[in-house]
């Protein structure tokens, strides 16, 4: 497998590319090119453009879940490209918003379900599904953790009624290798460490060799604290932080254990 960032917050040194707050990777595994989230804009196009990233490859599409910063890319991506399956939690692609400065703001996909049903294929699924030869998509999460609850971001539709929105369909990719399971999230809405207990128990193996993406951890409280310890106990050996992960916790976990840079034009090979 080979993962290149092609949307994060950050750049890397020397790299001149563009970043943004949001997140998109492009995956290829075998004979599958995977999009594996789309970033806010369509800075992601533009940075695959100057990488030479060609995005006509891309034959399958996984969303993490359904925030504007992971989904916001899809428009520009499907003015161009329209022959891909696009794999999801079902309630990734319905209407999202919070209250801000006194308003609504929408922050859900500017794309959804029936108009991307006429876009693309849509493969929703709460299940996991195998995206190619060695990377299944998780579905939808459980709750393993008493630290890592289900907490409330605005609000969504549920059964045709607005309602408070636990991002109950933010998922992750895991891909198995040699060394064990190497994770591929994008905000871990569902938290991270909930996420790698039920990668383990998909796939049939104890042994975290790496994890890459946001792990939602912007407050030094009993969450980051607990994660960083089960980090720790994994002896997970590829520990790349990013996205919505603050400064302050990779200081936390690089006390404890190696953490890898990210940012925008990064390349991973397994």
Request: proline share 3%; charged share 25%; aromatic share 8%.
């Amino acid at each position: 497998m080979k993962l290149t960032v092609l949307v994060d917050n950050n750049t890397l040194l020397d790299v001149y590319y563009w970043g943004e707050p949001g997140l998109s990777y492009y995956i290829e595994d075998g004979s599958d090119t995977i999009l594996f989230d789309a970033g806010y804009s369509d800075v992601f196009m533009i940075n695959a453009e100057k990488m030479g990233v060609d995005l006509n490859r891309v034959n399958k599409v996984v969303l993490s879940h359904g925030h504007d910063d992971h989904t916001g890319g899809l428009k520009y991506f499907f003015d161009k490209k329209r022959d891909v399956e696009l794999i999801t939690h079902p309630l990734s692609l319905v209407y999202k918003d919070k209250e801000e400065n006194g308003g609504i703001l929408p922050i859900g996909s500017p794309i959804l379900k029936d108009e991307l049903s006429k876009l693309c294929r849509l493969n929703l699924s709460e299940k996991p599904v195998k995206v190619s030869e060695h990377l299944t998509f998780l579905g939808e999460i459980p709750n393993t953790f008493a630290f890592e609850p289900r907490y409330v971001i605005g609000r969504t539709i549920v059964e045709g009624q607005m309602a408070d929105d636990t991002m109950i369909e933010d998922s992750a990719l895991v891909y198995e290798c040699e060394k064990g399971l190497f994770i591929i999230t994008g905000c871990s809405h569902s938290g991270i460490c909930n996420i790698i207990e039920y990668a383990k128990k998909v796939c049939g193996d104890d042994r975290i060799c790496g994890v890459i993406g946001g792990f939602h951890l912007l407050h030094n409280d009993e969450r980051q604290q607990h994660t960083i310890e089960y980090f720790a106990e994994n002896h997970i050996e590829l520990l790349y932080p990013c996205h919505c992960v603050s400064l302050e916790a990779k200081v936390e976990m690089a006390k404890q254990m190696k953490i890898h840079e990210v940012g925008v034009g990064l390349e991973l090979e397994l």
